[in-house]
Every structure is written in structure tokens, then in C-alpha cells.
């Protein structure tokens, strides 16, 4: 009677220990179906960190190209300015030189 009571209780910590090692295993299965969807997204995460900072790096390069460019332009602008001026200041001259002939 005592054996048939101890293999009772062995036969039902058996089956308790399977249950639970059988919950342990699920748990264990999503854990990695979850892992697996971390690592994806965090490898998604990296891509466009890669992506974004490929972009910041090509904006500051146009940037400074543009800004170059810019400045050459507003050179460009400065000097026919200047020149704007001279023919205006000569075409001046040149009226009141006309406007003293014909007035004499």
C-alpha cells in the first residue's frame, strides 16, 4: 500500500512537472517569436538611422555647394551692379554734356 501510495504521489509531481514543462516550452516559443520581431525591427531601425544620417550628410554637402554657388552669384551681382552704376553715371555725364552743347 505504501508503494502504491508513493508511486501515486511520483506518478502525480510526474504530471505536474510535465504540465509545467510543457507551459515553460510555449512561453519559451513566444519568447522567441518576440525576439524575433525585436531583432527585425531593430534591424529596421538601423537601416534607417543608416539612411537618415546619409541624408543629413548629403544636405550639409549640397548645402555647402549651394552656399558656394550663392556666393559666386551675389559676386556676379555685385560686379554688374558696379558696372550698372558706372554706365549710369556716365550716361548722366553724358546727358548734361548734351544738355550744355544745345544749350550754348
Request: no cysteine.
Amino acid at each position: 500500500m505504501t508503494s502504491s501510495l508513493a508511486n501515486s504521489i511520483l506518478f502525480i509531481a510526474l504530471v505536474v512537472t510535465s504540465a509545467m514543462v510543457a507551459l515553460m516550452y510555449r512561453k519559451l516559443k513566444r519568447l522567441d517569436r518576440y525576439h524575433a520581431d525585436y531583432q527585425r525591427i531593430f534591424d529596421q531601425t538601423g537601416e534607417a538611422l543608416i539612411g537618415a544620417q546619409k541624408a543629413v550628410a548629403s544636405f550639409g554637402a549640397e548645402g555647402r555647394e549651394t552656399v558656394a554657388l550663392l556666393g559666386a552669384r551675389i559676386e556676379e551681382a555685385q560686379e554688374v551692379a558696379k558696372k550698372l552704376e558706372a554706365l549710369t553715371q556716365s550716361a548722366r555725364h553724358l546727358a548734361q554734356a548734351n544738355s550744355r552743347s544745345s544749350s550754348v
